[in-house]
């Protein structure tokens, strides 16, 4: 699926904390593992022009926005490859929103936010804007509620020996 040279995208959580850019320069030939070398890094262990082998899960493809590469044998129809009801995610690529709540382990509201943010431009423009903050304002609130919560309860009289 991958050649030496292809422009990728490295989805390593645990090296980079976001999605970094690289370019493929060895494949191994005993598994999935494939070095790239680093067109820009978030870690400071990972400057760039570092290399560093990934394993092949961990990459996508830099693709044509335009093209979306019709099934075949060899490769099975994704969900990825078609977008229900408009076509705003789909010009970016094969990477959709989805995806990044996916791997980056996000919870619905991440998730909303992610969304609506990607596709204001394309699709509800304010609107998607309005609805992004609305859900962060909740994530706050649920966040805020759940330090609240986390905290020992400091009461008067409940020293040793009192019941």
Request: aromatic residues 10%; contains cysteine; glycine residues 8%.
């Amino acid at each position: 699926m991958f050649k030496v040279g292809q422009q990728v995208t490295v989805f390593d959580r645990y090296r980079f904390t976001i999605p970094m850019q690289a370019f493929i320069t060895k494949l191994s030939a005993v598994n999935d593992d494939v070095e790239v070398e680093l067109l820009q890094s978030s870690s400071p262990k990972h400057p760039i022009g570092d290399r560093v082998w990934v394993h092949e899960q961990q990459l996508l493809a830099q693709a044509d926005p335009a093209a979306h590469p019709e099934p075949t044998p060899e490769r099975e129809r994704r969900a990825n490859d078609r977008q229900v009801g408009g076509e705003h995610y789909m010009k970016h690529g094969e990477f959709q929103p989805w995806d990044a709540w996916w791997l980056w382990n996000l919870n619905a509201f991440q998730g909303a936010i992610i969304k609506y943010v990607v596709r204001y431009r394309d699709k509800n423009g304010l609107q998607d804007l309005e609805k992004a903050r609305h859900y962060l304002e909740k994530l706050i609130e649920c966040e805020k509620e759940k330090a609240r919560d986390a905290k020992p309860a400091t009461g008067s009289g409940g020293g040793a020996g009192h019941s």
